[in-house]
Every structure is written in structure tokens, then in C-alpha cells.
């Protein structure tokens, strides 16, 4: 049984392909457009997703039947937004023959409001049966886009040009019931081209555009969080419409950002401050209204943008008011068109929830035709400049030279989906290199020096390091735990200022070869962990192909980049 999600709209588009058996998933594959496009958080239809899907199944275009194609853009309906792309978008569709994907020509295609895409994304894998799940975003969907017979219309405010931006459900033995939604509307402001609201997620994309002229930088509004001092504040529109009425000069570039005046710098880590501070004290009120609502439940799923706030979700498992917190690996809108398809299967009951295990779990879901599996044989000839090797034992090979301070480029099997590396598309490191977040920032990554570098660590290993319970579980590096006082000195390099680091905890059957890795690694240095970075430059999406891998060794300063169980090194190996 096939189903197709397609994610369209302003940013993050994207295509998933669903296949199930017996009313379970057996096979996932997410296409982004930005790994494509190379263009970061590329929106619009995803032309070029589909255009891989294609190349991958090649009788798809026959056998998908036209109402198992679910369709979703934040704010809008879909159909709108292919309607006002005009003429040049349908002959597009024409062209390639998307047609089954496009609310132009498939009546049979079904709308999935946003925040329920959002919901069942989380359903692929979840270790619970039974949960409270917290949808948190910057915008999802128009109450007047709502189809009139959606299960979640009693809960619609009656203004339908208000938009949903927090959606509460249960999870009961596998299905999902909508609790309650929040509403929110655009407050006009003295900059024509920052609007804001009570909105969560916009908060931070307002501060991102006040600190770095960008509305997607809300991690950095995060990070930079910890370098300020928060103002108490109970109106944030009111709060930013006076930033906006005032605004700071801005820095494009990481160089002119380190070295601005310490007074401007400052006074952007007191904004960034004062956004965390209330958004982690608005969710934490919401969680405990909840708790006392449904005592019963113990478990905690978050999925939405906001859900990328690892500070927020150490906070909550450090308070203890759930026992166990799942965020998936793509919460933000990358995870759109696999929710949409999921939701649109279980609408037709053809999908039926079972939890999945945190051995199981995996964010490699990128595209097959850039598998290294099904690449290696071009190693040789696209890396013919450099020398090329092929190790006997490549874990062994590697931790030797990570363990004396080389940085490497590590390529393995499908890309992750979502916005962290997590052993698939990564950069690694000592994390005990005093100098190695400078060497990272200064020649390889050119992020700004206040931002930190997160650390897979070896999942049974973890509480030595971090200040958690032996059994916790970060699989998807959504979590910034308290690195423990003994070990903050030593590991300067993933340790942010204020204390914490956002892990990856890795078990051996989630990725046998980097755990291997890890483990060689510990046995020359005592640290079963290591910095892990997203492979990319700031600025430009994760590495997807073998031609971007080609494309950057050869722009970066790294001397040694894995490709599969080839190495290939700048001079003699």
C-alpha cells in the first residue's frame, strides 16, 4: 500500500513516499527539497523531491492511487497557493507529470491541517502507546482553511483569520485526540516587514530577525540565550514591538557578529534571554495544567519547531513532571509530509500505531540514489585528486586519527532527516581539544563564537558524563543536559556557557559502524564520546550526494573525509 505526503508553502518542502503491510509502515523515504536545491529551507511545491521519488519508483506514477495523496502548507490551504503561483507552476506540473501531487489537477488529493501532519509525524517512531502530545509551532494553519467536517472543528476559534500555533492530544493506545488549540493573530508593527504575535515559535522568529536580520535563526536565539540577563515581562508582542520600534544593528557575517561592540552584543543576548525565559516558563504552565488534567499520564511526546528548543526539554525531564519526554528527529516542518501521509493512512484505516523501541529508531531516511551503499563504486573516480583507501578495520583506522586532534568528515549510508547530524552526514572531533570549537568556527564551519557544538556520547555511558539517569535516551540530539562539574573542564569543546550540552545518545543497533567508532575511540582516550556537527557550512544545507561531498572536501579546510568504507585524504594517508 502506497501513500505520498507532500509538504508545500514558504520553506522546508518537502515529499514523503509511505508503504505499509498489514496496516504497518515497512518503508519510509523523505526527500528535501533544500538537499537538493542546495538552497536552506527551500519552500515552494517540491518539484525536484519528486523528481527523485520517480527515479527511485519508477512505476509509482502508476500504481499511487490519487486519493492516497496528502497535501499541507502552514498558514494557507495548499490549492491557494498552487492557484497564485500562476502559469509557470502548472506547466511544471505538466512537464514532470506530478500531476497526482498538485491540488490543480488530483480533486482526489486530501488537505491535512498542519498541526496534525505535525501530530502523527511523531507516530512513526514513539515508544509510547500513551502520551500527552504538544503540538508548539510559529504557524500552523488558518481557522478558515479547516474543512468543515474536521474532527478538531469544535475547538476552532470563531475568528477564522486566526491561526493555530499550540495544539494539545492525547495519545490513547495508538490514537489521537485533539484536547485543545490556541489561537493567535499578526500584530502590525513599525517595521514593515516584521509582524508579530503571542505566538511561541514567532516569538523567536521575531528576535531572529532583531538579532540576525533572519527568521529562521531561532537556535541561535536559544544559544545565545545563556550570554544574557532576562527581563520579566508579561506582554511579549508589547515587549517587541518597542525592539522593533528600536532596533539593533545587525551582522551578517560571523567575523563583523564576533567582534561587534560588547554593549550591542549584549544587549541581543538580553533579548534572546528574555524570549527563552518566557517561553520555557509559558510551556512549563502549560505542561503542569495538563499534568493535573491527566494524572494518569506519564509520558510526554513534543513535536512542532518548538520542540527544537533542547533547553526547554532538558528543563522538563530535569523537573520530572513526566517520566519519559520523545521528540522526534524532525519536529519542524521537515517532518510535515511523513505526518500528512501517516494521518491521511490512518483517516483510511490502513495504518495501525505500534510503539517503536529506541534500538529501532533512525533518522536515515534520505534519499536512496545518495546511499554511499549505492555510491562507493564512484569513490575512486570522483576523488581521483586525492589518495584513496579502504582500511581494514575503518573504525579502528579513524579514531586513531581523531584521537590526535584530525578532524573528519564522516559520510555514511541515507542522509538524516531533520535538522541534526547524527552520524550519517557529520563532522566529529575530540571533545577534549581545548582549541578544537575555535579550529571548527574559525576554518571548517564559520559559525559565531558564542554558539555551541553538541556530542554523541555511547547511550551506557551517558550518566558519567551528563547529569541524567543511567537509562536515558537523547537518540535525536534534542536534548541539552548539564554536563557534570568534573567533566565540564575537560570537555570545553561541546560544554556551553552555561553548562549544558545537546547529546545524541547512541545505542549499537541504531548505527553499528559509528558506535564501533565511538567505542575504538574510548580506547585510546577514556571518552566514549565525541563532538558531532552537522557536515555543511553555516548558512547551507546538510551534505546530501556524493557530488556535494566532492564539492566540499574540495572548498573545505578538513584533510580527511569517510565515504563509505572508502577514506580520501588531502596528500599521503
Given at each position: 500500500m502506497n501513500y505520498l505526503g507532500v509538504n508545500i508553502g514558504g520553506h522546508d518542502s518537502s515529499v514523503c513516499h509511505l508503504e505499509l503491510h498489514n496496516k504497518h509502515i515497512t518503508d519510509v523515504n523523505i526527500y528535501l527539497s533544500e538537499r537538493i536545491t542546495k538552497v536552506k529551507h527551500q519552500g515552494n511545491f517540491p518539484y525536484h523531491g519528486l523528481g527523485h521519488l520517480y527515479r527511485e519508483n519508477a512505476n509509482l506514477q502508476n500504481d499511487l492511487q490519487p486519493d492516497h495523496v496528502a497535501t499541507n502548507s502552514f498558514r494557507f490551504h495548499p490549492y491557494q497557493l498552487e492557484k497564485d503561483w500562476?502559469?509557470?507552476?502548472?506547466?511544471?506540473?505538466?512537464?514532470?507529470?506530478?500531476?497526482?501531487?498538485?491540488?490543480?489537477?488530483?480533486?482526489?488529493?486530501?488537505?491535512?491541517?498542519?498541526?496534525?501532519?505535525?501530530?502523527?509525524?511523531?507516530?512513526?517512531?514513539?515508544?509510547?502507546?500513551?502520551?500527552?502530545?504538544?503540538?508548539?509551532?510559529g504557524t500552523g494553519n488558518q481557522v478558515r482553511n479547516f474543512p468543515q467536517d474536521h474532527d478538531e472543528k469544535h475547538l476552532l476559534s470563531s475568528d477564522s483569520?486566526?491561526?493555530?500555533?499550540?495544539?494539545?492530544?492525547?495519545?490513547?493506545?495508538?490514537?489521537?485526540?485533539?484536547?485543545?488549540?490556541?489561537?493567535?493573530?499578526?500584530?502590525?508593527?513599525?517595521?514593515?516587514?516584521?509582524?508579530?504575535?503571542?505566538?511561541?515559535?514567532?516569538?523567536?522568529?521575531?528576535?531572529?530577525?532583531?538579532?540576525?536580520?533572519d527568521w529562521t535563526t531561532a537556535g541561535k536565539v536559544m544559544g545565545l540565550a545563556h550570554y544574557g540577563t532576562p527581563e520579566n515581562i508579561s506582554d511579549p508582542v508589547t515587549y517587541l514591538q518597542k525592539?522593533?520600534?528600536?532596533?539593533?544593528?545587525?551582522?551578517?557575517?560571523?567575523?563583523?557578529?564576533?567582534?561587534?561592540?560588547?554593549?550591542e552584543f549584549n544587549e541581543k543576548a538580553d533579548l534572546g534571554a528574555t524570549i527563552q525565559t518566557y517561553f520555557e516558563e509559558k510551556m512549563l504552565e502549560l505542561l503542569k495544567k495538563y499534568k493535573c488534567h491527566f494524572p494518569e499520564i506519564d509520558n510526554l511526546i513534543l513535536v512542532g519547531g518548538c520542540a527544537l528548543n533542547c533547553l526547554l526539554n532538558a528543563r522538563i525531564v530535569r523537573e520530572k513532571l513526566y517520566s519519559q519526554v520523545f521528540i522526534p528527529p524532525f519536529p519542524n516542518d521537515e517532518g510535515i509530509a511523513l505526518g500528512g501521509a501517516i494521518a491521511l493512512a490512518a483517516k483510511k484505516n490502513d495504518f495501525k500505531f505500534r510503539p517503536t523501541s529506541y534500538s529501532e529508531m533512525t533518522a536515515a531516511l534520505?534519499?536512496?540514489?545518495?546511499?554511499?551503499?549505492?555510491?562507493?563504486?564512484?569513490?575512486?573516480?570522483?576523488?581521483?585528486?586525492?589518495?584513496?583507501?579502504?582500511?581494514s578495520n575503518l573504525p579502528e583506522y579513524i579514531a586513531e586519527k581523531l584521537s590526535n586532534h584530525e578532524i573528519i568528515a564522516w559520510i555514511q549510508g541515507r542522509s538524516e532527516v531533520g535538522p541534526r547530524a547524527l552520524g550519517h552526514r557529520s563532522i566529529l572531533a575530540r571533545p577534549d581539544s581545548p582549541d578544537m570549537k575555535q579550529r571548527l568556527n574559525d576554518t571548517i564551519k564559520f559559525r559565531e563564537a558564542f554558539r555551541p557544538y553538541g556530542a554523541t556520547v555511547i547511550q551506557e555511558e551517558v550518566s558519567t558524563f551528563f547529569d541524567v539517569a543511567a537509562d536515558y535516551q537523547s537518540p535525536f540530539m534534542t536534548f541539552s543536559p548539564q554536563v557534570k562539574d568534573e567533566w565540564k573542564g575537560k570537555l570545553k569543546s561541546i560544554t556551553h556557557v552555561d553548562g549544558s550540552s545537546r547529546i545524541q545518545t547512541l545505542m549499537r543497533e541504531q548505527n553499528t559502524i559509528y558506535y564501533d567508532l565511538l567505542r575504538s575511540f574510548q580506547a585510546r582516550t577514556g571518552l566514549p564520546i565525541l563532538?558531532?556537527?552537522?557536515?555543511?557550512?553555516?548558512?547551507?544545507?546538510?551534505?546530501?550526494?556524493?557530488?556535494?561531498?566532492?564539492?566540499?572536501?574540495?572548498?573545505?579546510?578538513?584533510?580527511?573525509?569517510?565515504?563509505?568504507?572508502?577514506?580520501?585524504?588531502?596528500?599521503?594517508?
Open positions: 500562476g502559469e509557470h507552476h502548472r506547466d511544471l506540473i505538466e512537464l514532470r507529470g506530478f500531476h497526482k501531487a498538485s491540488t490543480l489537477f488530483n480533486d482526489k488529493l486530501n488537505f491535512i491541517t498542519h498541526h496534525l501532519c505535525h501530530a502523527y509525524s511523531a507516530l512513526f517512531q514513539c515508544p509510547f502507546s500513551t502520551a500527552l502530545l504538544i503540538v508548539s509551532d483569520d486566526d491561526f493555530e500555533y499550540l495544539s494539545v492530544y492525547l495519545l490513547q493506545d495508538g490514537k489521537l485526540t485533539a484536547v485543545e488549540k490556541f489561537f493567535m493573530k499578526y500584530t502590525p508593527t513599525a517595521s514593515d516587514k516584521i509582524l508579530v504575535s503571542q505566538g511561541l515559535g514567532v516569538l523567536f522568529e521575531t528576535a531572529g530577525r532583531l538579532i540576525f536580520d525592539k522593533i520600534e528600536n532596533p539593533f544593528k545587525t551582522y551578517k557575517s560571523k567575523k563583523d557578529f564576533d567582534n561587534q561592540p560588547h554593549i534520505g534519499s536512496r540514489l545518495h546511499d554511499t551503499h549505492t555510491n562507493e563504486l564512484k569513490v575512486v573516480t570522483l576523488f581521483s585528486d586525492y589518495t584513496v583507501t579502504r582500511p563532538l558531532n556537527t552537522s557536515l555543511n557550512i553555516m548558512g547551507q544545507p546538510i551534505l546530501e550526494s556524493i557530488d556535494d561531498a566532492v564539492k566540499f572536501f574540495k572548498e573545505s579546510n578538513i584533510r580527511t573525509m569517510v565515504y563509505g568504507s572508502f577514506v580520501i585524504t588531502k596528500g599521503p594517508a
